[in-house]
Nanobody, 121 residues
Framework: QVQLVESGGGLVQAGGSLRLSCAAS????????MGWFRQAPGKQREFVAA????????NYADSVKGRFTISRDNAKNTMYLQMNSLKPEDTAVYYC??????????????WGQGTQVTVSS
């Protein structure tokens, strides 16, 4: 089992920045690919970004490429999502997730509870 806890969400103006964190506990964090997902009101949950266990591979949704950066620190059992140039359409609950294998956009086994990000125009 892997337990995941997100933090760092909040209210920010359009054009601003936020940094989300995902703290992991339980099984060896470094053995898992990690991902960020988001769900806006009335919409399905969507993939945002993913990172391999060794940080060599990262993937991003087209909607966040060039604005968001995913990273991880295996020594601290923590993953991050640096979000810059935020837009109102980035407003959502952001979830972190973990899976064994490559950093795909789906098929994650463990999920956090989510953190709210609200971007005002």
């Amino acid at each position: 089992q892997v337990q995941l806890v997100e933090s760092g969400g909040g209210l920010v103006q359009a054009g601003g920045s936020l940094r989300l964190s995902c703290a992991a506990s339980g099984r060896t964090f470094s053995g898992y690919a990690m991902g960020w997902f988001r769900q806006a009101p009335g919409k399905q949950r969507e993939f945002v970004a993913a990172i391999s266990w060794n940080s060599y591979v990262t993937n991003y949704a087209d909607s966040v490429k060039g604005r968001f950066t995913i990273s991880r620190d295996n020594a601290k059992n923590t993953m991050y999502l640096q979000m810059n140039s935020l837009k109102p359409e980035d407003t959502a609950v952001y979830y972190c997730a973990a899976r064994l294998g490559p950093p795909r956009a789906n098929e994650y086994n463990y999920w956090g509870q989510g953190t709210q990000v609200t971007v005002s125009s």
